[in-house]
């Protein structure tokens, strides 16, 4: 049963440029959030898919944007790229539905350095 | 809006008894987690209490939860250097035809041998 995959695992980027960042959902989940995890910080909320849309959205600027495909992968795009964008982003995917509410199962995540 | 804090740090000898607590403040929240970190990897989900039960317990794992104070706790019996990783508390609460996860910042759990 494959888990939740991101890639790439490491990024490094320059200010300014475009970064695109790729999650695949555990097999049977249906929902992608993202998170965005700087250091010694606990995972920050940054928007979550379902059936190809954006269902919700935490507080990150409109150079945060995504997109979710119809075999339930995602991408997470960060535009226009600052020194204060370096954190671990973290992919998470769950079922919508479950009993359990939203028990999340995360990927090991992308190290986006910003230079 | 929604905040979870937890303590920092907390180190224990191993075989005693872990406590991390957790406050949180979102009274619509309905699940309330507990997520474990190892170095360089993702969280792991470790267990999860209904928002309308006070204690759940799993295995090592006690949860208890106070929802007239907010404040959850989780309880690792007998810990093992192995459970040196950051523990994670999350609260959800129904939000657009979902659920909106939110995480405390963490506490480093140190297990001395």
């Known amino acids: 049963d494959a888990g939740v995959t991101q890639s790439p695992t490491h990024l490094i980027k320059t200010r300014g440029q475009q970064v695109t960042l790729r999650c695949s959902p555990k097999s049977g989940h249906d929902t992608v959030s993202w998170y965005q995890q700087a250091l010694g910080q606990g995972p920050q909320f940054i928007f979550q898919y379902y059936e190809e849309e954006e269902r919700q959205r935490g507080n990150f600027p409109d150079r945060f944007s995504g997109h979710q495909f119809p075999n339930y992968s995602s991408e997470l795009n960060v535009n226009a790229l600052l020194l204060g964008d370096s954190a671990l982003y973290l992919c998470?995917?769950?079922?919508?539905?479950?009993?359990?509410?939203?028990?999340?199962?995360f990927g090991s995540g992308t190290q986006l350095s910003v230079l | 809006g929604e905040d979870v804090e937890q303590s920092l740090f907390l180190s224990v000898r191993e075989g005693d008894s872990s406590v991390i607590n957790c406050t949180y403040t979102d009274s619509s929240s309905t699940y309330l987690y507990w997520y474990k970190q190892e170095p360089g990897a993702g969280l792991q989900l470790l267990t999860y209490i209904f928002s309308n039960m006070d204690m759940k317990q799993d295995q090592r794992l006690t949860v208890l939860l106070n929802k007239k104070d907010k404040h959850l706790s989780l309880r690792i019996a007998d810990t093992q250097t192995g459970d040196s990783a950051i523990y994670f508390c999350a609260e959800s609460s129904p939000n657009t035809g979902g659920f909106k996860t939110i995480f405390g910042a963490g506490t480093r759990l140190f297990v001395k041998a």
């Open positions: 998470a995917s769950s079922l919508a539905g479950d009993p359990g509410g939203e028990k999340l199962f």
